[in-house]
């Protein structure tokens, strides 16, 4: 997990957090000291850390991850960048392998829901993973954060979210949320995406264009990639 807000989230639950990144960015560094959490670091030759071994990249921790877990998060994708290597059957058979029986992989992925990047991605994961759950962070078709959660299990919610929210007096807007935000692909021309035959980044260059703008409009030019 290298999203704070994810983290933060899961330690404030009491859920162990192991975070993987490849450099050393001092955030980086302060996330892994808050949360008391091994931090999987290699920019260098691999060299132990914390008695784990340190990685160079996510996929190199997916491939060698001896480990299991609840939950995976990938969230490597920005507007602009796109390791396109964590986008492939392969790495999401790296990831599920990671997981425990019934563990969730969620992918966090920018892009319109009526494109063809997202059919692909969904189509890509739909290849290993037999449940998906898609949200989206709008209800438009516009270029925007889609969640794509996928499991070897039918993908529910345990509604810890009514905590925040104060019990279970109130309306429960989170569930409403993600009736209405819940979203699948309105196209058939998705490509499964292997290590091979990965044509992502082309796919989605017009895309990262419109994210980029849209970043611009909304927060201003200095939060976009320079």
């Given at each position: 997990?290298?999203?704070?807000a ?5 330690a404030?639950?009491?859920c162990?957090v192991?975070?993987v ?12 000291a ?10 260098q ?9 340190a ?14 877990y609840d939950?995976c998060?990938i969230?490597?994708?920005?507007g602009?960048g796109f390791?396109?290597w ?6 999401f058979?790296?990831?599920k ?6 563990g ?20 890509t994961?739909g290849e290993?993973?037999?449940?998906l ?24 919610f ?6 925040d ?11 409403l949320?993600i009736?209405q935000?819940a979203?699948?692909?309105?196209r ?39």
């Amino acid at each position: 997990v290298t999203n704070r807000a994810a983290a933060r989230a899961l330690a404030r639950r009491g859920c162990p957090v192991v975070l993987v990144d490849d450099a050393y960015p001092p955030e980086a560094a302060a996330l892994a000291a808050e949360f008391r959490a091994p931090l999987h670091l290699a920019p260098q030759p691999a060299q132990p850390l914390g008695g784990n071994e340190a990685v160079a990249d996510g996929r190199r921790f997916l491939e060698r991850c001896e480990t299991q877990y609840d939950f995976c998060v990938i969230d490597t994708y920005s507007g602009d960048g796109f390791p396109f290597w964590m986008a492939t059957a392969e790495c999401f058979a790296s990831a599920k392998a990671v997981l425990k029986p019934g563990g969730v992989l969620a992918v966090n992925f920018i892009g319109s829901p009526a494109g063809r990047p997202f059919a692909c991605i969904y189509r890509t994961l739909g290849e290993v993973f037999p449940q998906l759950l898609v949200l989206r962070a709008e209800e438009s078709d516009d270029v925007q954060t889609l969640t794509l959660f996928a499991s070897d299990r039918p993908i529910t919610f345990n509604k810890g979210w009514l905590d925040d929210l104060g019990g279970t007096g109130g309306p429960d807007t989170v569930s409403l949320a993600i009736r209405q935000l819940a979203v699948v692909p309105s196209r058939a021309d998705g490509l499964v995406l292997t290590d091979e035959r990965n044509p992502i980044d082309f796919l989605r260059a017009s895309e990262a264009v419109r994210w980029r703008n849209r970043t611009a409009e909304r927060i201003g030019t200095k939060a976009t990639f320079q």
